[in-house]
């Protein structure tokens, strides 16, 4: 009888969807093995990881020979697959359906407009070594204000999850996109309070690791910190 491998994922911390797929690993118990990517080293554009993933990109999870790529993706696969608590992908239609509902939307609002706050901020500068462009950074800022508006009134209303009374994936990838801006120093949920207590919330249930898979964020933070 084959012995079976251990999920393998490809994750660089740095990356946001790829500290969602860790959360729900290291929360859940599932026994897996962590390969890190480096992006900042270009390991996504190495022969071996192109091979795996031709569009050079994290995170990547591979199950037994089974490939599978996109965060959204890996996220449903394992909780379907593995036997962990039902809420985090309900199998109940309507629940269901709610929670596919939130990652449809994220990937074209609370994805690129949290994202972009922290490109503007943090990555541009770094790169380009040059200051914040302030008038492209007023508008992400606006523009993620608009999403963070509809995550509250259309997402969590008077319910503590995104999708109702537990946590379920759509609440990892959102509260890691919104984590992301942290990086530059800057609190997104500062002035937003109902999403402060959602982001409570969602710690609360997943434990140290969520800390655990922010390591690499907060060391970003704290150097700049140091700098100024």
């Known amino acids: ?10 994750l660089d911390l740095l990356s946001q969807p790829c500290r969602a797929v860790h959360i729900l690993l290291n929360c859940t ?9 480096a992006l900042r080293r270009g390991e996504n554009r190495t022969p071996d990881f192109t091979k795996l993933n031709p569009m050079q990109k994290v995170p990547v999870m591979v199950d037994n020979g089974f490939v599978l790529t996109e965060s959204d993706a890996i996220l449903k696969y394992l909780a379907t697959k593995y036997n962990i608590p039902q809420h985090w992908y309900p199998q109940q ?55 963070l508006d509809k995550l509250e009134s259309m997402f969590l209303r008077r319910q503590p999850f995104l999708c109702g009374d537990d946590i379920t994936v759509a609440d990892l990838l959102a509260v890691c996109e919104l984590m992301q801006p942290l990086g530059g120093g800057r609190d997104v949920l500062q002035q937003r309070p109902q999403l402060q207590r959602w982001r409570s919330r969602v710690q609360e249930a997943v434990g ?9 964020l907060y060391a970003i933070r704290d150097r700049r910190k140091a700098k100024l």
């Open 29 to 37: 118990g599932i026994p897996h093995t962590v390969r890190t990517v």
């Open 1 to 10: 009888m084959a012995t079976r491998r251990l999920v393998e994922v490809y």
């Open 93 to 147: 239609l309507e629940k269901r359906a709610r929670v596919d509902e939130y990652t449809a939307w994220h990937h074209t609002n609370t994805r690129p407009h949290a994202a972009k706050v922290f490109i503007l901020e943090v990555l541009l500068p770094a790169q380009l070594s040059s200051p914040v462009d302030e008038v492209r950074l007023i508008r992400a800022l606006s523009e993620l204000d608009d999403t």
């Open 208 to 216: 140290d690791s969520f800390d655990k898979a922010h390591a690499v």
